[in-house]
């Protein structure tokens, strides 16, 4: 079977399971999507995941000049976490929101939808660093609905990254570089707009396609 | 190479099971190897079209997988000519973005940065990743060699030096 074809017949799937279910999102009625397969369960996870609430967690956005509190944003977002002096995986995971948010304004559904990475290098990505860093990785800062957010101090950044979110990130000093780098776990989350974890994707790889389908039946949801 | 044992050797690449279920699904089923199209972009060296990957009447296709905003995958362009000059004869040279067109990204930015770094074969896209998630690449830039069959002889990510890439490639025209 096709690719693009089993994820439609997934899509009509999940569709006609909620059409046949009172309760959406396979018995939780906080979330769209159904229970991922998988072999525990989301309290035993470190990181918020299916079905749960967000924590309540309200991060800066130095380039927008304001606040974000994320569990008052009444629209679907996808977060990640990354720090922009790094040369793996972090450029992957935000190309992948950035490949979402452009067929977010290329079909006309920018609007719905907010991206907040966030750094857990408040160090050194200040507004101006993140602002080159959004221009460098082709990402739209003008169409409004992606808002780097930084915490403000390295303190807040263990404790709203490393504990509230559950990613575990490092200091490392890498033989031959002159400056420090992170060890750090991949985290990218689809969250409803009442604030409830839809999807935790942990690959350092994200799929674009299989988010941009997820986020579709939030969307609709 | 069978789909299970591509599969078994993606795995001993360290993903983790969500990229496998990725690569099971770009795999069509029934398939045994690569099998991917992708849009073709007007640039030095290459048309605007599509084309289906590997390419067809070659014994060997190299798939480049880069992206504007890669530093390294710039880097990689050099090695990457200059063995495209020696065995761009016997061998097609593909190189694909999975960035998505569009915002502040367009064809022209694309055939810009091909044209600054001299790229002279063809250039795709990949907008939905579905050749990344084949070739179960997790970062850039990625090289894979591929045979006429889709059996994925050779993959590696990061930079690669143009000796080991003639490496590769003599010992499966030699073969």
């Known amino acids: 079977m096709r690719r693009r074809t089993y994820l439609q017949v997934a899509a009509t799937l999940g569709a006609a399971g909620l059409a046949g279910c009172s309760a959406s999102g396979a018995g939780n009625p906080d979330v769209v999507l159904s229970e991922p397969d998988r072999e525990f369960d989301s309290s035993d996870l470190p990181y918020p995941a299916w079905g749960e609430r967000l924590p309540d967690v309200t991060l800066p956005a130095p380039l927008a000049d304001r606040e974000v509190a994320l569990r008052s944003v009444d629209r679907p977002q996808l977060l990640t976490f990354f720090y922009s002096h790094c040369n793996s995986v972090c450029p992957v995971l935000i190309s992948a929101l950035r490949n979402v948010q452009t067929h977010a304004l290329n079909e006309g559904y920018g609007d719905e939808v907010a991206f907040h990475p966030t750094t857990f290098d408040p160090e050194r990505d200040d507004a101006d660093r993140l602002r080159t860093y959004g221009e460098e990785m082709n990402v739209d800062l003008a169409a409004g609905n992606w808002r780097f957010l930084r915490p403000a101090s390295i303190g807040r950044a263990e404790e709203v990254v490393g504990e509230q979110f559950g990613v575990s990130f490092e200091r490392t000093h890498p033989e031959g570089m002159d400056m420090y780098m992170f060890a750090h ?8 707009a009442d604030g409830y974890v839809e999807r935790a994707y942990r690959e350092k790889q994200p799929d674009p396609e299989t988010m941009t389908a997820d986020l579709e039946t939030v969307r609709n949801g | 190479m069978n789909r299970r044992r591509l599969l078994t050797a993606l795995a001993g690449l360290g993903l983790t099971g969500g990229s496998l279920l990725a690569v099971s699904q770009g795999l069509p089923g029934g398939s045994d190897g690569l099998s991917v199209r992708v849009e073709t972009v007007d640039a030095a060296g290459s048309e605007a ?7 067809r009447g070659q014994p060997v296709t190299v798939v480049d997988l880069f992206a504007t905003w890669c530093a390294p995958c710039s880097e990689q362009m050099e090695a990457l ?13 593909v190189s694909v973005t999975n960035e998505r067109v569009g915002g502040t990204l367009t064809r022209a930015d694309i055939r810009e940065w091909w044209q600054r770094h001299d790229g002279n074969w063809t250039v795709g896209l990949d907008p939905e990743s579905d050749l990344m998630a084949a070739l179960g690449a997790d970062g850039l830039p990625y090289l894979a060699v591929v045979d006429r069959s889709g059996t994925v002889h050779w993959e590696h990510a990061g930079l690669v030096e143009a000796a080991t890439l003639r490496d590769r490639l003599d010992r499966h025209l030699e073969a």
């Not at chain 2, 200059?82 to 065995?87: K, T």
């Open chain 2, 81 to 93: 000519g200059a063995v495209h000059r020696e065995y761009g004869d016997r061998a097609a040279f």
């Open chain 2, 49 to 55: 079209g599509q084309l289906s990957l590997p390419v």
């Open chain 1, 185 to 192: 776990a991949a985290l990218t989350l689809l969250v409803n």
